[in-house]
């Protein structure tokens, strides 16, 4: 029976490391998506890193991806993406320290065809580190990124698929899919057990489509964030674990 990890990208709730390890237990997510740590909410990987690596060989932690915010920019601003690339390395070494497992990157801004130089050379800079691989967000703008995916060619260069959390829809090759990201805005908790409902269908489609990667969740709540995050990563635990059974 396959397995659906179910993680959180805590960076709309807190930054502070502890308060991340504690909610991450408490709701039983799988692992966490790394933005930003500590009190001034720096971006990784320019964060206290033996703090990450203690709580992760402690097994308090784990980091299945990290987003260092790069390739923001317009595909035509060479220069602002090759800045990115000549700081991959670090973003890699800090992967291996924390034993992270991909790296998410944003799709270039064009309103043509994504060039896939960049992400090769993004793959040529992690070529010592196999066991870290590259996601690219998609947004689903003209199907850009699965033809980016498609042209590269490289099993380690996979789609960071976008969603609602409270009403999931994708189209496309869910194969090229390493990572399903669902975001939402809560004025009270939501309801486990109908969330759970919407989510159990909607990955049972997915892995019959596919599908066999991450998914991953962040919100913003106004009342009881604590509260919704339990509710919320409760049901997409049910979620997974049904879809996986029946798949």
Known sequence: MMHLSVCWQPALMTSDLGRIVHYAGLWGVDGVELRTLGRHGERVPDVNVAAVRRRVHDGELDVIAVDPGFFTARADERSVWMNDLQQLPDVVRFCTQISAR??????????????????????????????????????????????????????????????????????????????????????????????????????????????????????????????????????????????????
């Open 102 to 247: 991909a790296i998410l990157l944003e799709g270039l801004e064009t309103s043509g065809t994504l060039p896939t130089a960049p992400y090769e050379e993004a793959l040529r800079l992690a070529r010592l580190a196999p066991g870290v691989e590259f996601l690219v967000l998609d947004t689903g703008v003209e199907g850009q990124v699965a033809d980016l995916v498609a042209r590269t060619g490289s099993k380690r260069l996979k789609r960071a698929a976008v969603t609602s959390l409270t009403e999931p829809a994708l189209q496309g090759d869910m194969s090229q899919v390493g990572m399903i990201r669902c975001s939402a805005s809560f004025t009270k908790p939501p309801d486990e057990s109908d969330l759970s409902d919407v989510w159990t269908g909607f990955l049972r489609e997915k892995i019959a489509e596919g599908f066999a990667g991450h998914v991953v969740f962040e919100f913003t709540a106004t009342a009881e964030p604590g509260k919704t995050g339990l509710r919320v990563a409760t049901a997409l635990v049910k979620a997974a674990a049904r879809a996986s059974r029946s798949s």
